[in-house]
T-cell receptor
Framework: NAGVTQTPKFQVLKTGQSMTLQCAQDMNHEYMSWYRQDPGMGLRLIHYSVGAGITDQGEVPNGYNVSRSTTEDFPLRLLSAAPSQTSVYFC?????????????FGPGTRLTVT | AQKITQTQPGMFVQEKEAVTLDCTYD???????LFWYKQPSSGEMIFLIYQGSYDQQNATEGRYSLNFQKARKSANLVISASQLGDSAMYFC???????????????FGQGTTLQVKP
């Protein structure tokens, strides 16, 4: 199993550009989520999904869109990049949303917006 | 609202000694899970240990143990016999499924940077 994969690993965008961060998992996990990590702030939840066709907002959803058309894929779209979106983005998945299920994390995407 | 607090931004420990990383949490839900993750300088998030809110015994995984004090709402990570490879950032996180949310969101603390001295 590849686990959770993310592409690209690094990306530089200009302000106002849009792009999609890709996330895929091959563990048949129902629950997937996106986090951003900024220095000194831990990981903050952007959006999450409890299954194909179902998504919801986390703590910091503004400026981001998600969709979940398949169990495997959970792309994150930046609509109009801003310097405040410079961060490291992690995708994660778990078997379910019950409290005992650990989340498996992808390797992260380091995004810089200039 | 759910909250995780890690009050130690940075800690040092001598190699082969034990170290405790503090974590307190706040939730009104009776059912929740507590997790610790390690993030080395390479950046990946590595799951270390899990404790459920209804578990009677403290969780252990090799050199890692979780000192769970439910009444105090604390879930401290204890690393025994520290190794140089333990130098990393450590995050405490909580996942709750009670109450009206029922969505299993994982909430993270701000992290503690641990440096192991030879």
């Amino acid at each position: 199993n590849a686990g959770v994969t993310q592409t690209p690993k690094f990306q530089v965008l200009k302000t106002g550009q849009s792009m999609t961060l890709q996330c895929a998992q091959d563990m048949n996990h129902e629950y997937m989520s996106w986090y951003r990590q900024d220095p000194g702030m831990g990981l903050r939840l952007i959006h999450y999904s409890v299954g194909a066709g179902i998504t919801d907002q986390g703590e910091v959803p503004n400026g981001y869109n998600v969709s979940r058309s398949t169990t495997e894929d959970f792309p994150l779209r930046l609509l109009s990049a801003a310097p405040s979106q410079t961060s490291v983005y992690f995708c994660a998945s778990s078997y379910g949303w019950a409290s005992q299920y650990e989340q498996y994390f992808g390797p992260g995407t380091r995004l810089t917006v200039t | 609202a759910q909250k995780i607090t890690q009050t130690q931004p940075g800690m040092f420990v001598q190699e082969k000694e034990a170290v405790t990383l503090d974590c307190t949490y706040d939730t009104s839900d009776p059912s929740y899970g507590l997790f610790w993750y390690k993030q080395p300088s390479s950046g990946e998030m590595i799951f270390l240990i899990y404790q459920g809110s209804y578990d009677q015994q403290n969780a252990t995984e090799g050199r890692y143990s979780l000192n769970f004090q439910k009444a105090r709402k604390s879930a401290n990570l204890v690393i025994s016999a520290s190794q140089l490879g333990d130098s990393a950032m450590y995050f405490c996180a909580m996942r709750d499924v009670g109450g009206s949310s029922n969505t299993g969101k994982l909430i993270f603390g701000q992290g503690t940077t641990l440096q192991v001295k030879p």
